[in-house]
């Protein structure tokens, strides 16, 4: 089992920034990669980045240049850093967690993109 806490979601002005954590625990040994969705109301659930046990990187192409996806193995946390924050960034963002043959979701934690 692996547990996920997302946390550092708010309420941002356009053009501002915000780093999401996620932190791990369980059997996070047994972790191969971990990502980095989003939810806006009335739409699917939508990648926004993920990352391997090798530490490759992908990102949706809205999010390239933008967004950065990294992760501190010691703190057992995975972050997405979030620059020039667009309204349609609005959503609840979701970490995830892969395992062999077992996907784990965190609660998530809302970001809101307003003036």
């Known amino acids: 089992q692996v547990q996920l806490v997302e946390s550092g979601g708010g309420l941002v002005q356009p053009g501002g920034s915000l780093r999401l954590s996620c932190a791990a625990s369980?059997?996070?040994?047994?972790?191969?990669?971990m990502g980095w969705y989003r939810q806006a109301p009335g739409k699917e659930r939508e990648l926004v980045a993920t990352i391997t046990s090798g530490g490759t990187t992908n990102y949706a192409d809205s999010m390239k240049g933008r967004f950065s996806i990294s992760r501190d193995n010691a703190k057992n946390t995975l972050y997405l850093q979030m620059n020039s924050l667009k309204p349609e960034d609005t959503a609840v963002y979701y970490c995830r967690a892969r395992t062999t043959g077992r996907n784990y979701w965190g609660q998530g934690t809302q970001v809101t993109v307003s003036s």
């Open positions: 369980g059997s996070i040994f047994s972790i191969n990669f």
